[in-house]
């Protein structure tokens, strides 16, 4: 029988991080910074343990490869076929991370690949498309997208 489970999430404490997620969300870390928790995830540079019931200590992806029907129709299953698409079935992956994220100096510039690229050059992994969800932000926030003036294939040859 199926029972809820809880997760241990993965903490990173990359230097734009800050103390929001333990001071205010009570995460609890030894890292002096915490500058996001990965609450849903199989990557595997942050895998999620299962901190009750009968699969306590294993990984989330060992769980799902084990018991694939706890996800129900897997997400990956209704996309066209493809050598990444199939070994994250088979490795009990999900196309999805969950973060909590404190952003508490100025994040990097990030370009992420699609699919085809990422399993080429990155080990067979998949692409990775971003969405943010805000939960709370100071008064002067912004989210920076896209560039100043549009860019065209000669000026990123340049670069």
């Known amino acids: 029988m199926n029972k809820p489970f809880l997760l241990g999430p993965e903490g990173k404490d990359y230097i734009w991080g800050g ?21 849903l995830s199989t990557h595997e540079d942050g895998k999620n343990r299962i901190l009750s019931g009968e699969n306590r200590g294993m990984f989330l992806n060992e769980v799902l490869k084990k018991f694939p029907e706890y996800t129900g129709t897997h997400p990956l299953s209704v996309y066209p076929s493809s050598e990444a698409r199939k070994k994250a079935l088979d490795e009990g992956l999900l196309p999805v991370l969950v973060k ?9 510039v990030q370009v992420h690949p699609d699919d085809g690229y990422a399993f080429v050059n990155e080990d067979g992994s998949l692409g990775k498309n971003e969405m943010w969800y805000v939960i709370d932000a100071d008064k002067d926030a912004e989210i920076v997208y896209g560039f100043k003036e549009e860019l065209t294939a000669d000026m990123l040859r340049e670069s």
């Open 100 to 108: 909590l994220i404190d952003a508490d100096k100025d994040l990097s």
């Open 19 to 39: 103390r929001r997620l333990i001071d205010s969300f009570s995460k609890k870390t030894d890292k002096e910074i915490l500058a996001e928790t990965w609450e």
